[in-house]
Each structure stands twice: as structure tokens, then as C-alpha cells.
């Protein structure tokens, strides 16, 4: 039979005297685990998935028409509205460049289609080249069939998620709203992770001639030597009439700077949460340290020094937030998903990856700050205790 | 069993006044005495008598305003000389054991650990007995895991002896023990008081209201007013 109990056994029983209220707490220390680890996995999240999504795009520089450069942004990653057009002759300008190994040439059409959903929805066809579109898209696998067989053919590859979106396969016809124009699908991509999953990709010619743009454009990919000096290429490329020139690294730029934002506001959030949760550490120890008065002096009258005393508070303050912790990360590992969906919902753009990248060492950082944070909260309640006088416990026995 | 007349402690003029605004309150007034290593010693008065404030001052609780206490031969504090609270732990968990009117188990842990609680803070060297033994001793051998919650009162402030007994104190202080407790467990705590102080030759100082448990004393004393009667 045991002959020994530790401080930290006394410690931990001394916590199961109020299981709801140290449950609550260790709940409000779990939330806020959960929301700072789900921050920090944001950020490294979303950083690499939006990496991910630009060296997915095949091509370094973009080069529209002039206009908004968050538009622009929004076009090279997503496809947008908004459409600015330029003219196909700028492809022959651009491949003049030294530093330009291959340019395709690209435009996208959007129409309403009031059959979309349940009060209709925005279609959106891009035309690519038959010939550079997939070289420098090598990455792309097919589901089922391949690309256009014909440069002006009727015909449209469509994205893994925009195929199933559709239901069509190989064979199938598409319509083009208003346009009355039907379209034979020759191939379905397989799941590539990124915008293309729900692109429907017809040959450019085919969609300069159903939307009257002949010779028109909306944007040029521009795959660039891997020596090249990107800022002096740009410079040349902004020599063009009335052309906007967007590289990888302003695109992450843009993106990052709108972020921001909403990075500053889940902060805010996750800050507030913290201090919430310090508070209510900070409470439950400090009621239990005054509930427990009388019974801290008996102790004292022990022999307990005043630093066993404040080592028992204190770390009864560090279960809590272990468990608490551990118990956050937890969720957050679980609940991985629907916070990216939640995520997506806040954000003005994000990329197709996985926004929360959670990992054992993001883990074990969220368990060192909130253990720090429990640290800080119990210095006070455990400083109380450690003044407790028996003698002043013992007189409020009466005599 | 203790050699006879080697005194436990000694108590020289002691007085204890406390200042309540102006006015000056003397609970305990020039109070000198002795006991010997193996006596019973009980303290009775009235309420407000300065009994608790003089045993508190005898057991190291408090500093006494003026005069002198000596434990086992060794000058505690003198004249104008008060002890840090530091200090008097030092020589609390030395030398005494404590029991209350209130028993102030932990309620989350069991009997054994409850008695086992002062070893989490600070174990004698020379605390080698079994803390079984002394539960067998109160007779609480088949209570070790119950929980506070599931004993009876007479049983909890066994619980409470044993726990003080656990470091192998050598004067066991007993303040108003069995205040509350019914007249059949005050006899039975008397009778427990009385065992460990005839078999184990355990200095005891009790604090009673009670003049029938006072009896189980060798000696009584009787304050009144701060002052040996």
C-alpha cells in the first residue's frame, strides 16, 4: 500500500472537488486551444496552398488588360468577371522577349444560365490554345478522353468538379445558354486540386467565335526562362499599349495584402479568447484558494512552507490548462474541415489546398503558450495561498 | 515511554495583547508554565479566556507580545524577539502535531491519503512508523479508502489524529477537539487522547469547554481573563 502522496496527486485531487467548474474551465482553455492552433495552421496553411496554387498555374507572369490589379489577381487564380480585353497580336509582342520561353494565350466568356441552381448562376468558359495550353498545363491528368480535337472545334474539356457539378461525360453535349449553341465534352479532367477542377476549357478559337471576340483576348500565361530576371522582364512587358502585367510574386503579394485583414481579425479573436480564458483560470483557482482558506492554513500548520503551498495552486493552474490544451488540439486536429470551411467564409479568395495545415510541432507550440498562459494566471491565486496565515484560519474557529 | 521531568516546554511571563483601534485587548497575561515531556496537559475557561490564544502561542501559531518559550530546553523566542512565519513552520512541523474543532480533511482523497497528506509538504526523517499501524491503532484499519464523505464524525477526527500523529510529532496539540462531536465520540476521543499520551508517551495539550473531558487530563489548568486561575 502506498506510504507517499505527491503535491501534484494533491494537486490534481484538489481539482475534482468542483468537477462541473473545472471542467467549464478547462473547456474555455480547450476553445481557445482549439482557435489558436487553428490560427497558427492558417497561416501556415494558407501560405502554402496558395504557393501550391501558383506554381500549379503553369506560367509565372500574367499579362491582361489593363485594369484593377486585384481583379487581375482574382482572373489568374480564379477566373473572374469584370472582363477587360486585349488584343491576340500582343502574343507575337511578347514572345520577342529573350527571357520568354512560351506564352498561351487565353479568354474567358462568362454567360448567365438561369437554370443554374435555384436563382441561376454564372457559366464560364475559358479558351485556351489547343497547342501551348497543355504543354505548360503538363501536370493535368485526364479522367476520361483528352484534349480538342480540332484548334475550332465545338468541344470543351471540362474540370473533374465542374464534370460532376454538370453530371456530363465523355460524349455528353453541354449547352451554352443564351447562345443556344451546343458543345460535345472530349474530356474529363481528373482531380488536380486546383481552379482547373472547375474550369470548362473549349479551344480558343471556338470561344472567340461564339462571343464575337475575335482577336481578342482576356489574359497571356507566360512561362519564363528559370535565369531570367523576373523585375527586368517586367519592365520590358509594361512597354506594351494598355497591358497589365502580373507576376507570381505580386499575385501573393495582392492576395496576402487582403488576407491581412482577415488574419488581423481572427487574431483579434483568438487574443480575446485567451484573455477570457485566463480570466477564467484566474477565477476558478482564486475561488478555490478562498474556499479553501481554513483548510490552506491546516496545511501550513503541517509544516507546509509558503512555496509548497503556491507549487500546489499552481499546479493545479497547470492541469487545468494541460488538459485544457490538450483537449483544444484535439478539436482542432478533429474538427480540421469544418474550420477551413468556416475560414473560406470569411476570406475574400482562397486558394484550393488545405487552409489549415495542423501538425504535431504546431501541437506542441499551442501546449507551450497555453501552459504559458496558465503559468502567468496562476501566479496571483497561488501567491494568496501561499500568504495564508494558519493562525488566521485556525481564530475563525471561534474562542 | 518519556523520561520523567525533562520538560517539553516552558512558558516564561507571556502576554498576548492585541490592538483593536485605542483600545488594547490582553488575551493572554503573564502566563508561566510547564510541562514535561509525557504529560496531559488540559486548558479550560470560560469562552474568551485566552486558552486558544495561549495555545497558539505555546504551539508556534503565533508570537507572544512578551516573554520568553522555551521546547525541549531550546529558546524559541525571547524578550522583544518574534519569530518570521518561516521559522515558526520550522519548528511546527518539528515538533507538534495539530488537531481542530473542524477536522479539515480533503475531501477528494481517502483516509489513507488524507493521512498521508503532511508527507506531500515534509516528512521527519525519524517518521518511519506505518501510517497503517496508527490507523490500526484508531481503529480506522478498514476505512483507509473511504472517503471523509463516508465516515461518521467520531471517525473523522480520528482521520484528523492520525494525520497530525503521521510525522511523529512530540507534542500533540488539541484544540477544542471534540466541539464537534456528540458526547459518546467526545468520550471516545478523550479515550484516544488518552491511550496515545499513556502508551505512546505522547505530550498532550488539550482545549476544552468540556470539564468531563478536561478529567482526562493529569493536569488541568483554568484560565480566566487571559490569566492562570
Redesign the interface.
Known sequence: ???????Y??AY??L??KKTRTALTILGIGLSAWVLISLLGFNRGYESALNKDIDNMGFQVLVTAKGCPYEAATLMLKGGTGLRYMKESVIADILKHKEVQQVTPQLMAAVFDPNKGESGGINAYLGVDPVTFPAMKSYLKFKQGGWFTQSDALEAVVGYEAAELEQREVGDKMLIPDKNIEFKVVGVLARSGTADDGTIFMPLKTVQKIFDKEGLITAAGIKVDKNANMTELENKLYDLPDVQVVSMAQVKTTIMSLVSTAKVMVFSIALIAILIAMLGVINTILMSVLERY??IG?????????W?VFR?IWTETVILCLFGGAIGIGIAFALSKITDVLIRRLLPYTPTGSLIAINSRLGLITLGVVLGIGLVSGIYPAWRAARV???ES??S??? | MAPENILALEAFNLKKVYKRGAEEIVAVDDVSLSVKKGDFVSFIGP??SG???LI?ILGC??NATSGSLKIGGETVFAENKSLS??EL?RI??RV?G?I???F?L????TV??NV???????QKAEATA???DILTFLGLEKR?AHRPSELSGGEMQRVAIA?ALV?KPEILLA??PTGNLDSKRSEEIGGVLKQLNAKEGLTVLL?THNPSLAKVADRTISLHDGRIA
Open positions: 500500500m502506498t506510504k507517499k502522496i505527491s503535491i496527486q494533491v485531487k484538489n475534482l472537488r481554513q483548510e491546516i496545511i501550513k500548520s503541517m509544516g507546509a512552507m509558503p509548497d500546489m496565515r494558519p493562525l485556525i481564530r474557529e471561534g474562542d | 469562552s474568551g486558552k486558544t490564544t497558539n501559531l503565533d512565519e518561516s513552520t511546527r512541523r507538534f495539530y481542530f474543532q473542524k479539515y480533503v475531501p477528494t482523497l489513507l491519503e498521508l497528506l503532511p508527507f506531500a509538504f515534509f506505518d501510517p497503517m483507509v494525520r510525522n484544540d477544542e482545549v
